[in-house]
């Protein structure tokens, strides 16, 4: 209380009052998950990362990005970013271009030449991953983080499993994709190529030279089109076409290319076709509008000239004048419930024919679970796990070899969970991953009152024909400057930006400015909750009030 | 975003007994602060005169003298000559009153202070209605708005005070609003300059009156601003009108769904009152327009 008086007037201001016991409920500074983090695969805390790049911090942003995601820049690319999807400003303007951000960020960390930090103690126990992939890598990056010593056993020659044999390089560089996988390596991880995990035998072995075990094979085996001649010479399989060489790829394909799917393989496909100067047709049993693959993808394939027949199925393939006749036929297509169900059923008297000479089916891969068969149980199409625990103690698996969700960073979210629990399993004072507690900041937290509406920066792409001559990359990156204004149109939902809205609204001076924090004078604040509604970011909420 | 710009010095204090969300003490807040120390007040029977509280303690830091409801205007007019006898000429002189006070009880002291374009800084709060007596009606209370003393709807238009004053010819005008701290900072901050009568008139969305939730008196306001029923702008010596924008506001249907006053209106109702919001814009923009 301040006793000053005013000599002539009066003998006391009206702080001896304490207005606070009109209260009922009390303002609560609490940060809470933005809706992009909920729906990010890595859980990343994007609110807090795109802040500091608005800031002007690449390596404190770098440095939140890969808490959970030790790819930026690969994922900056690649990503499907359903972050961008659950953005909040969507209903103010258009949503944040997070994954461009993202990509900013990814770049100049290895511009730059950033390191991961070593851990801060070394544990005894080891850890053996089969699998570098992203799931893979994912874990074992999380896991040498902890200090755990970390043996990965890669069966092909090179680090990155789908990133390195599916995707192609117009969509991720590979100095890019060499860098991240790189940085990874570094950090004192045990890396042998070329080994093959071959059998349950190979596997018991490693898990009786190991602590514990995970299992992040993916998915390398192609799925099989029923009446299609896999052996036939003008029939490639995409994984193998997109793992191949230039050179290879060119001596396998003709003039004209089918290729059947409508995933994010088959745009790979068809892209990298009309790269090589293939005429392309894009064969789907999905409609128009449902094909699974990223509408940026379908967008750039159509940009590059790739011809599309959708809602159609293949029946017969037969030699026709100057290569195949390609009997199809059109379908009813009804999704399933579960990613990768489908039911597509022909209509009769709608066949027609399509005229190509190499078909290069991209209908999805399956696991490979054989090698396991009396080890590890399948669960369906994948082995079975209960929080990354397979039925084998000590064994544990992720990504596509126990999950049909097919996106890199789902595997790099798995990875990332599966590692905590068998850090937690490992070492008990280590806290398991635990499910998002707090719930998502919801749009109207947020007053729109206080950001203009401005349109968000897009990556530019490289022009047609200069994507058609190469493998360059199709995106380009965000300028600095560009990268700052779109980091800016960020609403922070759930993060304190001390803009001081509470303070100054507050009509009884109840708030008090710390050093990057706030006080409640509970001895006066009345509980109105203006402060809670002029608050930019829902940082704030009012809570019942349990003051004495 | 724009971060809100004025220094509070701690010019007014906690404890007052404004109620709990009330966009006036917030906008005292920004004034009294504003004003700063070297300053005077007169306060006239209002929910300011609550706020500022009564013998022996007091939410502001300079000293007030509570005056009578018809004679704000002339207890001010009187404090300024006096400071000025005293060789104190750059005290400023405040006088802080509601609408019923402005628009109806004190308007003829206002109007002979702004005759003699006496040196003072007049506010007045406007919650369009005598709001701490009951909610009775003012010359001030909109069209069609429910007041304790009018429960069908007030059936008369709201005063248009800026024209009065501008037929004065006074040297300041401006209208403020509590969803816009900076702006009302500002103004008040010009006003301090300019020798003479300055009436600055700030829209406050009561909660009670209007039926307002308790976190809602500076949406409420915004509202009123975006939707052109209590427009920003200025007028200097009477005749230059400067508008804080000249994009076409937004419908007024978002502003009267916030408040209960205006629950009862039917679609013609509702039709007319925006009708009445768009010629005022009309004749606003022709001010600001003509010079």
């Given at each position: 209380m301040n006793d000053q008086t005013s000599p002539l007037w009066t003998h006391l201001t009206s702080e001896a009052r304490l207005t606070g016991t009109w209260r009922s409920a009390l303002p609560a500074y609490q940060n809470q998950p933005s809706p992009c983090l909920g729906a990010c695969p890595v859980n990343g805390r994007i609110a807090t990362w795109v802040k500091q790049v608005k800031d002007g911090d690449l390596p404190g942003a770098f440095a939140t990005l890969t808490e959970n995601n030790p790819f930026p820049a690969i994922a900056g690319r690649i990503c499907h970013h359903p972050c961008e999807t659950a953005c909040n400003r969507a209903a103010h303007d258009e949503t944040v271009g997070i994954c461009s951000l993202e990509r900013f960020v990814g770049d100049m960390a290895i511009s730059e030449g950033l390191r991961f930090t070593a851990p801060v103690e070394e544990r005894p126990q080891s850890v053996a991953i089969v699998g570098g992939g992203p799931a893979g890598l994912s874990a074992a990056y999380q896991l040498r983080r902890l200090g755990f010593q970390v043996s990965l056993f890669e069966a092909s020659n090179g680090l990155g499993g789908l990133m390195r044999h599916g995707i192609p390089a117009y969509r991720l560089d590979r100095a890019?994709?060499?860098?991240?996988?790189?940085?990874i390596a570094d950090m004192g991880i045990d890396i042998h190529l070329n080994a093959q995990v071959a059998d349950k035998t190979a596997l018991q072995s490693l898990r009786g030279q190991h602590d514990a075990v995970f299992l992040a094979t993916g998915a390398s085996q192609p799925k099989r089109l029923p009446g299609l001649d896999y052996d036939a010479p003008h029939v490639i399989d995409s994984a193998g076409f997109l793992a191949a060489s230039e050179t290879e790829q060119k001596a396998r394909s003709g003039g004209h290319v089918l290729v059947i799917g409508g995933g994010s393989a088959a745009m790979d496909v068809a892209r990298t076709a009309r790269r090589l100067g293939r005429e392309v047709t894009v064969l789907s049993l999905e409609p128009e509008g449902r094909l699974p693959a990223q509408r940026?993808?379908?967008?750039?394939?159509?940009?590059?000239?790739?011809?599309?027949?959708?809602?159609?199925?293949?029946?017969?393939v037969s030699a026709g004048a100057g290569g195949l006749d390609i009997g199809c036929i059109k379908v009813n297509f009804e999704p399933g419930e579960a990613p990768g169900q489908f039911r597509a059923s022909p209509i009769d008297g709608t066949g027609f024919t399509l005229a190509a000479d190499t078909i290069v089916p991209a209908i999805g891969q399956d696991a490979d679970l054989a090698r396991w068969q009396g080890l590890l149980e399948p669960e369906g199409p994948v082995i079975g796990t209960r929080q990354w625990q397979t039925s084998a103690p000590g064994v544990f698996a992720g990504g596509d070899v126990a999950s049909m969700e097919r996106f890199v960073t789902q595997a790099v979210g798995m990875g990332k969970e599966a590692a905590k629990t068998i850090a937690a399993s490992l070492d008990p004072s280590l806290a398991p991953p635990s499910p998002l507690a707090d719930p998502l900041v919801v749009g109207d937290r947020i007053?729109?009152?206080?950001?203009?509406?401005?349109?968000?920066?897009?990556?530019?792409?490289a022009g047609v024909t200069d994507r058609l001559a190469s493998f360059d990359e199709v995106q380009q990156p965000l300028t600095p400057q560009a990268a700052q204004v779109e980091a800016s149109r960020c609403f922070s939902?759930?993060?304190?930006?001390?803009?001081?809205?509470?303070?100054?609204?507050?009509?009884?001076?109840?708030?008090?400015?710390?050093?990057?924090?706030?006080e409640v004078k509970t001895d006066y604040c009345k509980g109105c909750g203006l402060c809670v509604a002029e608050c930019p970011t829902g940082a704030i909420h009012m809570r019942e009030d349990v003051t004495p | 975003m724009q971060k809100i710009d004025y220094c509070d010095d701690g010019q007014f204090c906690s404890g007052h007994v404004a109620c709990a969300g009330c966009a006036e003490a917030l906008s005292m807040r920004v004034i009294l602060n504003t004003v700063g120390e070297n300053?005077?007040?007169?306060?006239?029977?209002s929910c300011v005169a609550i706020i500022v509280g009564g013998h022996p303690t007091s939410s502001a830091r300079?000293?007030?003298?509570h005056g009578t409801l018809e004679s704000a205007a002339a207890s001010a007019s009187g404090m300024k000559r006096a400071l000025r006898a005293q060789g104190r000429d750059d005290t400023t002189v405040l006088c802080l009153a509601g609408d019923g006070g402005t628009y109806d009880i004190g308007l003829q002291a206002l109007s002979s202070a702004a005759e003699r374009n006496e040196d003072i800084l007049y506010i007045c709060f406007d919650n369009e209605g005598y709001q701490n007596t009951g909610g009775q009606r003012s010359s001030s209370t909109p069209m069609s708005a429910v007041t304790g003393s009018t429960p069908a709807g007030n059936t008369t238009q709201k005063k248009n005070l800026i024209e009065i004053m501008a037929a004065h010819r006074v040297p300041y005008i401006a209208t403020a609003s509590p969803s816009d701290l900076s702006d009302l900072a500002a103004k008040v901050t010009k006003a301090k300059t300019i020798r003479g009568t300055k009436v600055i008139i700030v829209i406050i969305p009561c909660l009670p009156g209007w039926g307002v939730a308790d976190d809602a008196a500076v949406k409420t306001a915004r509202l009123a601003v975006e939707s052109g029923v209590f427009p920003l702008f200025e007028v200097e010596n009477g005749v230059t009108y400067r508008l804080r924008t000249t994009e076409k506001p937004a419908p007024i249907a978002a502003y009267?769904?916030?408040?209960?006053?205006?629950?009862?209106?039917?679609?013609?109702?509702?039709?007319?009152?925006?009708?009445?919001?768009?010629?005022?814009?009309?004749r606003l923009l022709w001010l600001a327009a003509g010079e």
């Open positions: 890019v994709l060499d860098a991240e996988v790189n940085r940026v993808e379908l967008e750039e394939a159509a940009e590059e000239g790739v011809g599309f027949v959708t809602g159609a199925m293949l029946h017969s007053n729109t009152a206080y950001q203009d509406p401005r349109p968000r920066t897009h990556q530019g792409n939902c759930g993060t304190c930006i001390f803009c001081d809205n509470c303070y100054f609204y507050c009509p009884d001076m109840a708030i008090t400015r710390l050093d990057l924090a706030y | 300053a005077v007040g007169v306060v006239s029977p300079i000293p007030f003298q009267l769904d916030q408040q209960k006053r205006y629950r009862h209106l039917s679609d013609e109702d509702r039709q007319a009152l925006q009708d009445d919001v768009d010629r005022n814009w009309q």
